[in-house]
């Protein structure tokens, strides 16, 4: 029996129900999602830098669940949500 395999569209699909776990987390006040972000797209760039980096920084270690806090997926998740959020601010500001 062969194993199935997870599709990039169920990986997306899994960062959809965290990204929307997470806005209500955070925007169940009375912030803003662009107030997280108040410098525009270098403030999207500097998440999506740091999120590169922490999975570089887990992927070159010898062992790779040697993690306290979050695991290299759970980073790319954020990658894929922040670069999301940085597609959407675009898309809504592309003129200004």
């Known amino acids: 029996m062969l194993e199935q395999k997870i599709t990039a569209i169920d990986f997306m699909e899994e960062a959809i129900e965290l990204k929307r776990k997470k806005s209500a987390d955070y925007q169940g006040g009375q912030i803003s999602e662009e107030q997280y972000f108040p410098f525009g797209y270098e403030s999207y760039m500097h998440m999506i830098i740091t999120k590169v980096n922490r999975i570089r920084s887990i992927m070159e270690r010898d062992d790779r669940s040697d993690t306290n ?28």
């Open 69 to 96: 806090f979050e695991s290299a997926e759970d980073s790319v998740i954020d990658l894929v949500n922040y670069a999301a959020m940085m597609g959407s601010w675009m898309r809504n500001n592309d003129d200004k």
